[in-house]
Nanobody, 117 residues
Framework: QVQFVESGGGLVQPGGSLRLSCSAS????????MGWYRQAPGKERELVAT???????NYGDFVKGRFTISRDNAKNMVYLQMDSLKPEDTAVYSC???????????WGQGTQVTVSS
């Protein structure tokens, strides 16, 4: 059973920044991938960013250099620095992991990010 502790969401004005943090636990072998997905009301869940143990990253097309993902392997933590936020970035952002060995995907409950003036 994977447990998540997500934090950092909130209300920010357009053009502002937020930093999301996620701590994941409950996998004896750790996680190959960690990252973030988001889901806005009435829309499908979409990839924001993922990062592997070796630091290889993958970003959603909409990110366009505005977000930066990082990871602390020793602590099983993943971070998402979000800059130049836009109203269309408003969504619930959920932490994501892929477990080693089992290669299954898990998502946290999410943290709300609202971009509005």
């Amino acid at each position: 059973q994977v447990q998540f502790v997500e934090s950092g969401g909130g209300l920010v004005q357009p053009g502002g920044s937020l930093r999301l943090s996620c701590s994941a636990s409950g996998s004896a072998f750790g996680f190959t991938h960690m990252g973030w997905y988001r889901q806005a009301p009435g829309k499908e869940r979409e990839l924001v960013a993922t990062i592997t143990t070796l630091g290889s990253t993958n970003y959603g097309d909409f990110v366009k250099g505005r977000f930066t993902i990082s990871r602390d392997n020793a602590k099983n933590m993943v971070y998402l620095q979000m800059d130049s936020l836009k109203p269309e970035d408003t969504a619930v952002y959920s932490c994501y992991v892929k477990r080693k060995i089992f290669a299954d995907d898990r998502w946290g409950q999410g943290t709300q990010v609202t971009v509005s003036s």
